[in-house]
């Protein structure tokens, strides 16, 4: 424990910085040490922190309350190479017009989608209306 004159004379003897670590403690805690190093190590521990934090992706299908069997069979493949990517899916049916009276037949589709895609992913929120759209949240198994 030196005290702060003898502590500076320390750091410009050794051509380094005397940087305060904790300032709030009794008495203050410093440090002699490189700041431009010090720097660019905490930036450098930051980046590498920020790299390993997964980024999740949502890719959307969309279908129709009368979509048919060939076209769900097409979007299905699409959703299970999605799903197998490691990304999250919104599946949703879009109801235009008057279509909206066939609320039923989009629930039946996404929870069809859902059993077929058992295997893939799992559900993550079950078929809800909003708006003129019903959507379903799929995520993918843990490999």
């Keep these: 424990m030196y005290s702060i004159s003898k502590a500076k004379s320390l750091a410009r003897e050794q051509e380094l910085d005397l940087v305060e670590i904790s300032p709030k403690a009794k008495p203050p805690v410093c440090k002699i040490i ?4 010090f ?3 905490q930036k450098k521990r930051e980046k590498a922190q920020k790299s390993k934090a997964s980024k999740v992706v949502v ?4 279908f129709g309350p009368n979509t ?3 076209d769900f069979e097409f979007k299905k493949k699409h ?6 990517d490691g990304a999250k899916l919104k599946a949703f049916v879009f109801f235009k017009g008057r279509s909206i009276i066939y ?8 929870l069809r989608l859902a059993t077929e895609l058992e295997e893939y992913g799992k559900v993550e929120q079950m078929p809800k209306l ?3 759209r019903m959507i379903m949240y ?5 490999k």
């Design 34 to 37: 490189d700041y431009k190093k």
């Design 39 to 41: 720097l660019y190590e």
């Design 59 to 62: 890719k959307e299908i969309r």
């Design 68 to 70: 048919d069997e060939h």
């Design 79 to 84: 959703a299970i190479k999605f799903l197998q």
């Design 103 to 110: 609320k039923d037949q989009g629930h039946i589709l996404l």
């Design 130 to 132: 909003e708006g003129k």
């Design 138 to 142: 799929l995520a993918p198994k843990k």
